[in-house]
């Protein structure tokens, strides 16, 4: 079974330029979630999807950031425009079903440099 | 913030059990103790989690006290594999809330 993947593992950008990044879960999991983690800080809860809907977008800390799962599957996490702060390592999660199980399996970060 | 209290790092000896405890003072009778751990540059990965009872798994065991306000997670044999930042987290929700979590560095 393949796991939690993500793209790209690195970018770099200009701060107000544009990036998306894609998570891909594994296949079957309602449940996907986005985390970050700046620079010296915890690992931060941004958002939770249940297949299409957004069940939890409390961590998404301002509208700069636009996320989607159209069709319940794949996910992407839109910063426009990015800002110097939003610097960090992206995590995607993914899990089964939605209160069944909470082990929650991650992928390996997008690591974001706005520069 | 995080509702559990972990130490900022621990040492452990290669092929020794590392026991790493947790404070969930404040937890709740309906709320999990979960266990991820994120090896240097990796995602977290999910190790372990249980209500009530103590909880063993091909990874590590899990030993909670009775009046569940605290945990220790058991990795019986430590490998240099082991070492990372190991979190203890505390939820009966999907949000999983990440503290500073305990760096274990596995010595040879």
């Not at chain 2, 209290?5 to 404070?23: F, I, K, V, Y």
């Not at chain 2, 030993?63 to 044999?77: A, C, G, M, N, W």
Request: charged share 20%; net charge neutral; proline share 4%.
């Amino acid at each position: 079974e393949a796991g939690v993947t993500q793209f790209p593992s690195h970018s770099v950008i200009e701060k107000g330029q544009t990036v998306t990044l894609r998570c891909d879960p594994i296949s079957g999991h309602d449940n996907l979630y986005w985390y970050r983690r700046v620079m010296g800080k915890e690992i931060k809860f941004l958002l939770h999807f249940v297949k299409e809907s957004k069940q939890d977008e409390s961590g998404m800390p301002n509208n700069r950031f636009l996320a989607e799962r159209t069709g319940g599957t794949y996910s992407t996490l839109k910063v426009q425009p990015a800002e110097l702060e939003d610097s960090g390592v992206y995590f995607c999660a993914s899990s089964r079903n939605f209160r069944s199980s909470y082990e929650q399996y991650f992928g390996p970060g997008t690591r974001l440099t706005v520069t | 913030d995080a509702k559990t209290t972990q130490p900022t790092s621990m040492d452990c000896a290669e092929g020794r059990a590392a026991n790493l405890p947790c404070n969930h003072s404040t937890i709740s009778g309906n709320e999990y103790v979960y266990w991820y751990r994120q090896i240097h540059s990796q995602g977290p990965q999910y190790i372990i989690h249980g209500l009530k009872n103590n909880e063993t798994n091909e990874m590590a065991s899990l030993i909670i006290t009775e009046d569940r306000k605290s945990s220790t997670l058991i990795l019986p044999h430590a490998t240099l594999r082991d070492t990372a930042v190991y979190y203890c987290i505390v939820t009966l929700d999907d949000k999983i809330i990440f503290g500073k979590g305990t760096r274990l560095h596995i010595l040879p």
